[in-house]
């Protein structure tokens, strides 16, 4: 699900890291909400507190939010960017860099948070705002633009418009087009309300806190593992029939 791309790459492949990035991404959206009280997988709100603050001539207010802003863009401009430098080498999986950079982030927040105390909640929320741009950058490549999964503005709206669609078969005669990506919609909304869920869960019930974070980077990484796992198995099998 990570590596193929172009032509290769399948809804299957879609739905796959669909499912596991949203999950993610869903986990990341409720701590960060509940340790900081901060929105922490999009910047949209961000954008609109700092309009305000610049507005009312509070601009030492306005920088926090500028540099949540900012940390998710240079985020998103660092995966990217790594993605472009390796993607000449075709023996790498160019895409395990900007995740794996995700999962240390997410893991070093949330087993730092049991020796330090969280006294600067500002740099946690730039940490994790940082590494959902990373998510939804690598994500957006992978999936050619088809796949985002650190929040649901633009999902819902473009769920609407296909459902609308779906009413009118003349206009819109690639049903099988049309429905699966219905479907892949409807798969990363629900599994970000499922990482919300286990988020929610873990910090809260199970009282692990910032460790919640933790899980997030295990199933990020288990992810990867055995995609990669996946992939030599397949090139094994082809090898050996070559024979």
């Not at 929320?125 to 999936?143: D, E, H, P, R, W």
């Amino acid at each position: 699900m990570f590596r193929h791309q172009g032509k290769s790459r399948t809804l299957k492949h879609n739905l796959q890291i669909a499912t596991v990035l949203s999950f993610v991404a869903g986990i990341v959206n409720v701590t960060g909400f509940l340790a900081l009280q901060q929105l922490t997988t999009n910047v949209t709100g961000h954008f609109a507190l700092f309009i305000y603050d610049v507005s009312n001539l509070e601009f030492w207010r306005g920088t926090v939010y500028f540099l949540y802003i900012f940390s998710f863009f240079f985020g998103s401009f660092l995966s990217s960017f790594l993605i472009e430098l390796f993607r000449e080498n075709k023996k790498w999986n160019v895409y395990v860099l900007p995740t794996t950079i995700e999962s240390l982030v997410l893991l070093s927040i949330g087993l730092l948070s049991n020796v330090v105390d969280i006294t600067y909640p500002d740099v946690i929320a730039c940490l994790l705002l940082f590494a959902m741009g990373l998510q939804n950058s690598y994500v957006t490549k992978i999936s050619n633009t088809i796949v985002r999964t650190t929040h649901l503005t633009g999902l819902f709206t473009d769920l609407g418009i296909e459902i609308s669609q779906l009413l009118f078969p003349k206009s819109h005669p690639n049903r099988v087009k049309l429905k699966s990506t219905i479907k892949l919609r409807i798969y990363i909304i629900s599994f970000f309300f499922a990482g919300g869920l286990a988020g929610g869960f873990f910090y809260s019930k199970i009282d692990l806190k910032l460790n919640t974070l933790v899980f997030a980077a295990v199933v990020l990484l288990l992810s990867l593992l055995f995609d990669d796992f996946r992939y030599s198995l397949i090139r094994a099998k082809r090898k050996y029939r070559q024979k």
